[in-house]
């Protein structure tokens, strides 16, 4: 899937895009913002979309 190493999925939408937690992006309580990842698309083109600031919004 050639998922990048700061990313973890937590949510698999069984369409075209996972949810994951960003690693490299931490918001104001050090905690990873949600962003979306579209797997098999190029990762120079991947544009990780956030979709919440943290874990708990996005529950």
């Given amino acids: 899937m ?3 190493e700061n990313l ?3 949510y698999d939408s069984g369409g075209e895009e996972l949810f ?3 690693f ?3 918001n104001e ?4 913002t949600v962003v979306s990842f579209i797997p098999g698309q190029p990762l120079t083109s991947q544009k990780y979309e956030t979709v919440s600031s943290d874990f708990r919004d996005f529950l």
């Fill in 8 to 10: 973890l999925v937590i």
């Fill in 24 to 26: 490299s992006t931490l």
């Fill in 2 to 4: 050639n998922l990048p």
């Fill in 29 to 32: 309580i050090n905690e990873p």
């Fill in 20 to 22: 994951c937690l960003d």
